[in-house]
């Protein structure tokens, strides 16, 4: 089955730094998002970015499907951009989300 | 627009019980899955229902079923409950399934965590 990596597994910033995730996948997607896991295991919605570049604030995320990558940046990290980023893809025809094994961010003040 | 709800947040119960937990979707949406996250296997697709059908299944054993119901509600049940099975459980909401060139984002509810004794 399709393969999804995340790196770094683990980042620790401090506050008003900039930061890069990147999720590696290993097979064509039909969809791409990247969510943040909050302290209380809610996943929220960052983006949903199965191809291009998207920015919302301080967050922007690029996909490259054709080589099979994502990013996000995060720019001048707050603490509260603490918590686990994951990224998930879908497989065609499906609505199976196969998430990454995620990013633990810690941004100290 | 409300979000995804799911009840109970949190339960606790012991081995060889059943239970059931409960996902409401977004208003509109007609596909939901659930997830299992657990820190050793990380978050795992259990099913997804349309349409009162379950369209795909994960790799769970037989003890873990699910429903949905015509509103698009669903439930999914766990019988013979192991220790193993602690978890947070997570439902996903779609306005549909994803369909040959079709994907369609997906948002999640609040979770429901569930500790087995």
């Known amino acids: 089955g399709i393969q999804v990596e995340q790196s770094p597994p683990d980042l620790i910033l401090q506050e008003g730094a900039n930061s890069t995730l990147r999720c590696n996948f290993s097979?064509?997607?039909?969809?791409l998002q990247w969510f943040h896991q909050n302290p209380w295991g809610q996943l929220i919605n960052l983006f949903y970015i199965p191809s291009g570049t998207k920015q919302n604030g301080r967050l922007s995320a690029t996909t490259v499907a054709t080589e099979r990558y994502s990013l996000l940046y995060i720019s001048s990290s707050q603490t509260t951009d603490s918590g686990v980023y994951f990224c998930a893809v879908v497989i065609r025809a499906t609505n199976k989300l196969i998430f990454g094994t995620g990013t633990l961010l810690a941004v100290q003040p | 627009k409300a979000g995804v709800t799911q009840t109970p947040r949190y339960l606790i119960k012991t081995r060889g019980q059943q239970v059931t937990l409960s996902c409401s979707p977004i208003s509109g949406h007609r596909s939901v899955s659930w997830y299992q996250q657990t820190p050793g296997q990380g978050l795992q697709f259990l099913f997804e229902y349309f349409s009162e059908t379950q369209r795909n299944k994960g790799n769970f054993p037989g003890r873990f079923s699910g429903r949905q119901f015509s509103n698009s509600r669903s439930e999914m049940n766990v019988s013979t409950l192991e220790l193993g099975d602690s978890a947070l459980y997570l439902c996903a909401s779609s306005l549909k399934p994803g369909l040959a060139g079709e994907a369609y984002e997906q948002y999640f509810g609040p979770g429901t965590r569930l500790t087995v004794t």
């Open positions: 097979d064509s997607v039909n969809n």
